[in-house]
C-alpha cells in the first residue's frame, strides 16, 4: 500500500483545487477528493500507515507538528517518531490495529525532527480494504503541551498553596506560643497575636501574583516589603521619621515571611521602648548586598538608652529564627541615644538579584 488512494481516498498531498471543481457532484471522486481537502486543512496532524509502521500519507498539520515534509516521512517507519525510551510503544499498537481494535485518546510523547519532544494525544483506527481486511491503520495526533503546562502550573500551584498553608499555620502556632510569655492577660495576649499576624498578612500579600498566569515564584523587592511593615509608625512629609537606604534585592517567598517577622518585632520594640516612642526618633534602614552576604542595618537614634536589657526575650528567638531560617545572625549595639541592629543573611537565601 502506497497511500490512502488504496481505500478509495485519493493521497493526501495531491488533490488540487482544480481536480475539485472538475469532479460531478455525488460522485465517487468527488466524495473521496472532498475527504482528501478536509484531511489536508485539518488543524489535527493526519497520517496513514501500513501494517509494518511505514508512513503512507501525511497532511500539512503533520508536518507542522513533528517538522518532516511528506517527501522526508512517507515510506519511512513511524519509529522514527518515538522517543529513544518509547521505541517499545508501536508493536502493541500495530497488534491491536491487525485485530481491528482503536486505539482512543493515547497521550504520549513524539519527537519531532529537530529532537525536541512534543506531548500529543494520538487516536489510531484500523483502515480495511473494500473486503473488509485490515491493511493499516489513520492516526490523528494532536499537540497537548500546552495543556500539559497548565496542568503542570496548576500542580506546582496547589502545591505552593499547601506548602504556604502549612508553614502559615506553624507560624501562627509558634507566634501565639512565643508571645504567651511576654503577656499577663488573655486581652494583651490577643492584640499582640493580632498585630503580628496582621504585619505577616500584609508581607504576605505581597508575594501573591498580580496577573492570573503569573507563576508562584514571583519576587518581592526588599524595600517594597521593609515599607509596607513601617508603614503604621511612618510619618508624612519630605523627612519620613523611618528611612530606607542602600541596595534593593529580590526576595524569595520564605525569605519575605522571616524578614517580616523580624522587623515588624523591632519597629514594635522601637514603637514601645526606644527611638519611635520619643516625637524627635528616628530610624534608618540600610541594606549592604555583597556577593555572598546582604546586611540589613538597623539604627535607631533620639532614645535615651538609660540601661541595657539583660533579658532580650522575643529578640533571642528571632536570632534563631535568622540563624535558622536565613542562614544569618542579629547583632545589636547599643549607644547611649539609641540601638545599632546588624542582621547578616546568606544572599542565596533571600533571592536572585539586585536591583539597585
Do not use: C
Not at 42 to 62: M, R
Not at 79 to 96: G, K
Not at 117 to 134: E, K
Not at 292 to 319: C, H, M, N, Q, Y
Request: proline residues 4%.
Amino acid at each position: 500500500m502506497n497511500s490512502v488512494d488504496e481505500i478509495g481516498l485519493g493521497p493526501a498531498r495531491s488533490a488540487s483545487a482544480a481536480d475539485h471543481s472538475r469532479v460531478r457532484p455525488g460522485g465517487t471522486h468527488d466524495a473521496a477528493a472532498h475527504l482528501a481537502a478536509i484531511v489536508e486543512s485539518s488543524d489535527d496532524a493526519i497520517l496513514t500507515k501500513d501494517l509494518d509502521g511505514i508512513v503512507t500519507s501525511w497532511n500539512e498539520a503533520a508536518e507542522r507538528l513533528f517538522g518532516y515534509s511528506a517527501p522526508e516521512i512517507i515510506g519511512k517507519s513511524i519509529t522514527l517518531l518515538l522517543p529513544y525510551d518509547r521505541q517499545d510503544e508501536e508493536a502493541p499498537i500495530l497488534a491491536r490495529l491487525r485485530r481491528g481494535e482503536r486505539v482512543r485518546h493515547y497521550e504520549t510523547v513524539r519527537r519531532r525532527k529537530d529532537g525536541s519532544l512534543v506531548d500529543i494525544s494520538l487516536s489510531v483506527s484500523p483502515l480495511r480494504d473494500p473486503a473488509g481486511t485490515v491493511i493499516g491503520a489513520s492516526t490523528i495526533a494532536r499537540d497537548i503541551s500546552e495543556r500539559k503546562q497548565a496542568e503542570e502550573q496548576q500542580r506546582l500551584l496547589l502545591h505552593e498553596m499547601d506548602h504556604r498553608i502549612r508553614n502559615l499555620f506553624t507560624l501562627s502556632a509558634s507566634l501565639i506560643r512565643m508571645s504567651s510569655s511576654e503577656v499577663s492577660s488573655a486581652e494583651e495576649l490577643a492584640t499582640i497575636v493580632q498585630e503580628r499576624l496582621g504585619a505577616l498578612a500584609r508581607a504576605h500579600a505581597l508575594t501573591i501574583s498580580k496577573t492570573p498566569r503569573a507563576g508562584a515564584g514571583d519576587s518581592v523587592g526588599l524595600h517594597a516589603l521593609l515599607e509596607t511593615i513601617v508603614a503604621p509608625y511612618q510619618t508624612g512629609g519630605d523627612d519620613p521619621r523611618i528611612r530606607i537606604v542602600g541596595g534593593d534585592l529580590d526576595l524569595a517567598g520564605a525569605a519575605v515571611t522571616a524578614l517580616a517577622l523580624i522587623f515588624y518585632e523591632l519597629a514594635t520594640n522601637a514603637a514601645k521602648h526606644g527611638a519611635l516612642s520619643s516625637p524627635s526618633g528616628a530610624v534608618t534602614i540600610e541594606a549592604i548586598v555583597e556577593d555572598d552576604t546582604v546586611s540589613l542595618i538597623w539604627d535607631e537614634r533620639g532614645a535615651l538608652v538609660e540601661e541595657v536589657p539583660k533579658k532580650e526575650g522575643f529578640g533571642s528567638k528571632l536570632e534563631r529564627l535568622a540563624t535558622g531560617q536565613l542562614g544569618g545572625d542579629i547583632e545589636r549595639e547599643w549607644q547611649p541615644d539609641g540601638v545599632r541592629i546588624v542582621v547578616t543573611i546568606a544572599r542565596e537565601r533571600l533571592g536572585t538579584s539586585a536591583l539597585i
